[in-house]
């Protein structure tokens, strides 16, 4: 936990009950209770990986390891894997998002991109005798994909059983391919083989090189909105129904995305413009820093619109309850839950969507490498 009055960071020991849902912070270093145990409904298993900030009566805690109890019992066989979303078109990309929340992984990286063909040379490794690599090649290549770290137990031999067959016609019923795929081809998403290529290919899409992200952010910073998914909709599972919401409106398409972490002094500072105008200011920015959230450049295919504007009312009222009264169809209503925990936050003013936008795409991406 950072102590921002000390200035100094705190290790220190987080306990969970689930059977009661209850929590208890010790500080060993100095053989007390910061916190007696309590109970605490907002906090859930899930939220409790290695890497997460949770949140614990508005102190940020930062998880750092876990008891070799709590690891073989919790994180048992537990992997990452690469996954790549293929050229696919957009109103695709909600319904497989929540197909692979629903079967069980866990996001913890995301963005858009455009590969080299150097990068799927290696993607495929694998097939590198079959004579429709150069076919498969152009197709990843010459579209733009979604990249993603997903993590599970046995995370890459679960994400090659849940992708089904390369041929959709032959994947077996409830798979990806099977429920979205078109051909060999256009098969909607490619899982690696062996953790060993995992682990290369997620350094090659996700890893810098020279201060540069090997694989470039999609921002254009041109009339555009930012909107951060925030997250509880992430924990809640929102995330795939959310962009669908907005590729399926006809009016919007999202031109970049990609999901980060927020820490407490980059959500004060990106929230600043509500510093003393709305109560909930500090709320707001606690959120927002505990745990991953997801930035999307939104743009209108109709470039005489204001983003902006136009964008705020897919999105609806900062508040769930109006938004459920009045524009029950806008993405506050029906994922917000309250003026904290309302789903997304989407660009206020006219003039600042590009600023926003660079804000999560330039100074917190380069913070993050």
Known sequence: MYD???????????NFFPFDNSVQV???????NLLRRVQLPTLKL????IGNIVNIFSKLLHIKDCAPITRRSLFNNVQSTFAIIKPVPPSLHGK????????GFHIVRMKNGKISKDFAMELYRSISGNNMLPIIIDYVTTGEVIGLELVA???????????GATDPAEAAPG??????????????AHGCNTLEDATQMLELFFGYENGLPRIQYRSTLKNCSCCVIKPHAIIDGNVGAILEQIATSDKFYISAIAMFSVNLANAEEFYEIYKGVVPEYEAMCI??????????????YDD???AVCEFRKLCGPRDPDLCRQLYPDSIRAHYGKNIIHNAVHCTDLPEDGELEVEYFFKLVANEQQ
């Open 175 to 188: 798979t990806l391919r099977q429920l979205y795929g078109e051909n060999k081809l256009r098969n909607v």
């Open 153 to 163: 137990p046995n995370a890459v031999a679960k994400w090659r059983h849940c992708l």
């Open 26 to 32: 010790i500080d060993t270093k100095k053989g007390k």
């Open 46 to 49: 899930e939220m409790l990986q």
């Open 304 to 306: 005489s619109l204001n």
């Open 96 to 103: 497989i998002v929540t197909f692979i929340m629903k079967n």
């Open 4 to 14: 921002e009055h000390a200035d100094e960071i705190k290790e220190l020991v987080l």
């Open 287 to 300: 959120h927002l820093a505990e745990g991953k959230c997801i930035a999307l450049e939104v743009k209108c």
